[in-house]
């Protein structure tokens, strides 16, 4: 007889002394088991005896080797004779998660053995028949008996079957099978078991057998990383993800607004088109990337870098992951030296039925954090007392503050008059004028109007699988005057085949078409800045004239009739891909992209006219001459990747290896023409026009670069993680020497819960892993991404044009065309190089209700492009720029979530928090100045003078420092106290040096430090709460413009709300503002200082949703799967102490942005 015994603990066990040991163990055990019940009978309480995971995937395997899994897995000790497994049957499971009284169940499931768990030891021996193990309960009139079993057939042990609203219940045993009373007849019964989705069916006779599908949300996550994906468990990268779920049903035009404060370390900045119907986001990964330059993550589709993420419907997207350390980016080499976002679109299933979905969105947007402009009166009066604090007389007489007041209480009806004075023929406007408007309620509407439908197909056969998704997007500006629009038009197919048993193909394609339309702006007569020229314009201004149409003042011609500037962008992103299944776990993967941009926009200005008070016409100022322009672009990028991969487990080892080549071509081409003199604004075109100047450019740009990269996986036993990243990167941007560059990266993870010495508090820590990473990444994009710069190239010099083209210089008697000379070039430009170091810890806790995640970073970014060191004078020439910058970045990132059941309410909340922090590790600056980078300087620095409140009589003027080395200027009651920190007797910023700052010092940091999103949803039943907020805990913000400080200087350029009533006057020496003068004596005050420095940290509550899911009983009767009903409201509300002229959501170094809104949406989600 053959005997297997297993030595554990230092001794083992003879054949002869197996009966021996076997009774002094069973009564071992009955010793214990006593015990056991006793504590139980106490207590009051149960539990399970097994806590051990087991993951195990296997098909027709030998028992013996999932026993060996099995044991090491939990660390159990296995006895059993050899002999006994030579006739066991092969076994087929797929174990997640699953305790080790569950895997065992599940093994021996149709086998001729039994098995037995004692004292840290399993037991195997001949089975003895007996009656199954169904836990006794009270004898009732109606009983069920079935199997149940998981989606491939195999029984479920263990699964708790319970009558519903009724206390008893009972488990499958180990053939998973079950016997239920029932306390009447058509009962409803659940069944639940970990892993599996729960189910409740209604008992009809007396036999039930029940398929219980896997719950893929409970499973290990997979994660998508560069060219791949892995389990979560087994990353060693700083790597979030989200579920494209966090994207839709919200009234969004673009992915990125969506992705703000979702994750820590993404950074989401509103950019400088504010809340347009067009504007799109900054997209940032862990804080500063340059010295005064900003640098984005790549962006990966489906495997493919290329394409834009703003172009993107978000209801098509699956799911994002983002990769923030180099380790992890290395891969894709000098394209991802800021971090990559990988969005993973819908695909369909194989063998699935089609399956259609429609989701739409209906809202109304109203804009929030207008500024409100002061009454007509209120700003008369500020304006005369500001013109006469600045020695000039009032700008408004008595006559025009008397029609004023009239027109105010009613007893006028015209918001202006004729000018009586002869030979004048006009109406009154600006300081004649006595109208009473809020340029901001008159140009902004009230609510505005915004869809999205979105529709998706998907399914498949048993070799293909299928996804087509159509969106459409609209949205109305809030322009009262000229309406302001934007659409979008998506289309995606995903299309995936088995061609052959070794060969696959995929199709991914997707198009979108963007159309902007807006009223044009004419630089002679707004600026061309429409918020600025809003906030400028007197509330005296008339809005109509007495004769009933607009006044030529008030711009609202220039926006209705003015012409109009329309855009048309189209991109299309396309790939077709063959995977070569070689060999079990070797497969290789060929596939070509076209990413294409095409842009045309042209811009028609028309000539105005206006009437005067006797009927006739004039030309409006700044109109004239009429116009048109055309530009067009297109940017095509060939791509091409080839890559291998291999996999193998040996016993405990896993080793992955996978190498590839990518290549990728940019085509960029750009036309642009424009004229004046239009024949006729009837016919805007340029052929149409006759101006004697026009303007034509175009040109070309060409850009080649390759990549070689790999990666190495390999772990034991899921405990000790490595991987390895590269890549070898050339560009065509560099000259031969320099042009290539390799960038590694390293990672390594250490899961302890798969420590034996963990499972002690396992029950409580239920994961626990520690990863570190480093890795080099390069960038060429700090020279200049724009192709429109001559500097795309900074290695070649560029002849310069010259305007106009010809010189003064005769030949034959003909002036001759020029160009200007080149500058001179530095031929060892190259790469910034950017080092990080990344240690992170990843946990969940109590049955992995409570998830984190914690990182912390260095991030060292070397070689910027700074400037040249100082040449002689007589070089007669610009000296070029060379890689002699550095800046470091160090922050951290923490992300916490908790999801429970409280009875039928399922609640789940989530927090991130990320912080970073940036100085100037090098740069040229030998002098010190600080009005530039200098070595030490942390980002973001405001350096400014202290104040001590407002001067509020002559002695205390008298008293003070000098204070007119600052302006040249005298200081008067109600004017800014400077503190004289330097004590030298006078206020002044010394040399403009580190070493002697005169009074100046870092009052404050524009960083935003600490930013946040905390998340929640709660549902019951068929209701279901989201909420989602987000913010930034500390910033400090200088804010230099008029739409802060009211007057600015003379009366054209300043802008006064409603808070700047809050000034210095006798009437009100304790007042915010200082006095206010019309004319250059503003300087004395507006200098950058602590008195005014903004705290600009906020809180917003950014969406709220409810919504309402039809039942299951009546989607069966009208053939849906599922139909929900939502509302929903964005930019609920803002905690912040910043001036409410502000959002600080926005810039809000000038604030004159497009205002964000406040949307009230409500939609349906559709599925059958």
């Excluded at 369909?348 to 809202?363: D, E, F, R, V």
């Excluded at 070595?935 to 973001?940: I, K, L, N, P």
């Amino acid at each position: 007889m053959n005997l297997t015994i297993q030595c554990k603990g230092g001794y083992c066990l003879k054949s002869g002394n197996l009966n021996r040991f076997y009774f002094r163990y069973k009564l071992l055990k009955i010793t214990k088991l006593t015990l056991f019940i006793l504590l139980i009978s106490l207590l009051q309480v149960s539990g399970k005896v097994f806590s051990q995971e087991i993951n195990l995937s296997v098909k027709n395997a030998s028992l013996a080797s999932v026993l060996k899994s099995i044991s090491k897995q939990s660390g159990y000790r296995l006895f059993y004779n050899s002999s006994l497994l030579e006739n066991a049957k092969p076994v087929s499971v797929n174990l997640q998660k699953a305790s080790l009284e569950e895997s065992l169940a599940a093994i021996f499931t149709d086998q001729t053995l039994e098995y037995s768990v004692e004292d840290q030891s399993i037991v195997i021996r001949k089975h003895l028949a007996k009656t199954p193990n169904v836990p006794q309960i009270s004898v009732q009139q109606l009983a069920v008996t079935g199997l149940v079993k998981d989606e491939a057939g195999l029984p479920l042990a263990g699964v708790n079957v319970q009558e519903k609203d009724m206390k008893n219940g009972t488990m499958t045993d180990v053939e998973g099978r079950y016997r239920l009373s029932l306390s009447k007849s058509g009962a409803v019964l659940v069944f639940s078991y970990i892993g599996y989705l729960r189910r409740e069916i209604t008992a009809v006779g007396s036999d039930l057998d029940v398929v219980l599908q896997q719950d893929l949300a409970n499973l290990d996550e997979v994660v998508v990383v560069g060219y791949g994906t892995q389990n979560k468990a087994l990353v060693t990268g700083a790597v979030s993800q989200i579920s494209g779920e966090v994207l839709q049903n919200r009234p969004i035009s673009r992915v990125s607004q969506a992705l703000q404060g979702q994750m820590p370390g993404l950074n989401i900045v509103t950019g400088s088109g504010g809340g347009a119907p067009n504007a799109t986001q900054s997209i940032n990964v862990r804080g500063y990337t340059g010295l005064g330059t900003t640098g984005g993550p790549l962006v990966v589709i489906d495997g493919v870098q290329g394409g834009d993420i703003n172009a993107l419907n978000p209801d098509d997207i699956e799911n994002i992951s983002v990769l923030k350390d180099a380790a992890s980016s290395a891969i894709y080499g000098s394209s991802a030296p800021y971090g990559v976002i990988l969005i993973t679109t819908k695909q369909g299933k194989k063998g699935s039925k089609p399956a259609i979905t429609y989701n739409n969105t209906l809202g109304l947007a109203a804009p929030i954090n207008l500024p409100k402009m002061l009454n007509s009166l209120a700003f008369a009066n500020l304006y005369n007392e500001a013109a006469v604090n600045g020695g000039r007389s009032e700008i408004f007489n008595q006559e025009t503050m008397d029609r004023i007041i009239a027109y105010q209480n009613g007893s006028l009806n015209s918001e202006t008059i004729v000018n009586p004075q002869a030979g004048t023929n006009e109406y009154y406007t600006w300081d004649k004028g006595n109208a009473n408007n809020d340029w901001f309620d008159v140009y902004f509407k009230d609510l505005a109007f915004s869809q999205q439908h979105n529709v998706g197909v998907s399914g498949g056969s048993e070799n293909t699988n299928y996804y087509v998704g159509l969106g459409y997007n609209d949205r109305a500006g809030m322009y009262n005057y000229g309406n302001d629009k934007y659409q979008r038009f998506n289309v995606r197919t995903n299309l995936t085949t088995a061609v052959a048993k070794w060969l696959d193909f995929s199709y991914r394609g997707s198009f979108s078409k963007e159309l902007s339309n807006s009223p044009n702006t004419y630089s002679g007569k707004t600026g061309g800045n429409y918020m600025h020229q809003i906030a400028r314009k007197w509330p005296t201004v008339p809005l109509l004239n007495p004769d009933g149409n607009y006044s030529d003042a008030s711009d609202v011609l220039l926006h209705e009739l003015g012409g109009r500037t329309k855009s048309t962008l189209d991109k299309a992103l396309l790939t077709g891909e063959f995977i070569f299944n070689l060999a079990p776990g070797w497969t290789a993967t060929a596939n070509y992209t076209f990413d294409g941009t095409f842009q045309d926009e042209n811009s028609h200005t028309k000539t105005l006219y206006s009437g005067r008070p006797d009927g006739t016409q004039y030309q409006i100022g700044g109109t004239y001459p009429n116009g048109f322009s055309r530009s067009n672009y297109r940017i095509q990028h060939h791509i091409i990747n080839a890559f291998t991969k291999y996999e193998k487990q040996l016993d405990d080892h896993f080793f992955s290896i996978m190498g590839g080549f990518v290549r990728d071509y940019t085509d960029y081409q750009r036309y642009a023409a424009s004229n004046n003199q239009l024949y006729s604004d009837n016919i805007p075109a340029l052929s149409g026009t006759y101006g004697p100047a026009p303007s034509l450019s175009d040109f070309t740009r060409k850009l080649a670069s390759d990549g070689f990269f790999g990666r190495v996986n390999y772990n034991y036993q899921q405990k000790y993680l490595f991987e390895f990243n590269g890549r070898y990167d050339g560009t065509s941007r560099f000259l031969g020497p320099v042009r290539w560059k390799f960038y590694p990266g390293v990672s390594l993870g250490w899961n302890l819960d798969k420590e034996v010495f963990f499972e002690s508090i396992k029950t409580t820590v239920n994961s626990f892993k520690l990863r570190g990473s480093y890795g080099s990444l390069g960038d060429q994009a700090f020279i200049d991404t724009d192709p429109n710069n001559p500097n795309w190239y900074p290695f070649y010099p560029n002849l310069g044009t010259v305007s106009p083209p010809t010189t003064n210089w005769l030949f034959g008697g003909n002036q001759q065309a020029a160009v200007s000379p080149p500058g001179l070039i530095n031929p060892d430009l190259t790469w910034v190089t950017t080092t990080t170091l990344n240690i992170g810890a990843d946990m969940s806790f109590l049955r992995e209700r409570l998830s984190a995640s914690f990182d912390w970073y260095i991030r060292k970014a070397n070689d910027f492009a700074g400037p040249a060191e100082a040449l002689p004078g007589v070089l007669g020439a610009t000296p070029p720029s060379a890689n002699n910058a550095g800046m470091e970045t160090r922050g951290f990132e923490l992300s916490l979530q908790w999801r429970d059941k409280i009875g039928e309410v399922a609640y789940g909340v989530r927090a991130v928090l990320s912080d970073y922090q940036g100085k100037v590790t090098r740069y040229p600056n030998p002098t010190g100045l600080n009005s530039t980078w200098y070595v030490g300087q942390q980002m973001g620095d405001i350096w400014g003078y202290t104040t001590y409140g407002l001067f509020q009589n002559q002695g205390e003027i008298d008293g003070a420092p000098s204070q007119q080395r600052i302006s040249g200027q005298t200081w008067k009651v109600g004017d800014v106290r400077y503190v004289d920190v330097n004590g030298d007797g006078m206020i002044d910023f010394g040399d403009n040096t580190i070493s002697n700052p005169g009074d100046r010092s870092v009052i404050g940091n524009n960083t935003p430090r600490f930013a946040y999103g905390f998340t929640g949803d709660v549902n019951w039943k068929s209701v279901d709460f989201t909420f989602f907020i987000q913010g930034i805990a500390k910033r400090d913000a200088w804010i230099g413009s008029n739409y802060f400080w009211g007057i600015t200087g003379d009366e054209w350029q300043s802008s006064v709300f409603d808070v700047h009533n809050d000034r210095w006057s006798p009437e009100n020496p304790n007042g915010y503002f200082p006095k206010f003068y019309l004319t250059g004596e503003n300087g004395k005050n507006t200098q950058t200082q602590t008195r005014y420095l903004q705290n600009a940290a906020y809180m917003r509550l950014k969406n709220v949703q409810l919504g309402y899911s039809l039942p299951k009983s009546l989607l069966d009767k009208i053939g849906f799967s599922k139909i929900r009903f939502y509302i929903s409201v964005d930019n609920v509300f803002t905690i912040t102490d910043l001036i409410k002229t502000m959002d600080p959501e926005l810039s809000i170094s000038d604030a004159k942005i497009y205002p964000l809104q406040r949307t009230y949406s409500a939609g349906v989600n559709l599925s059958f």
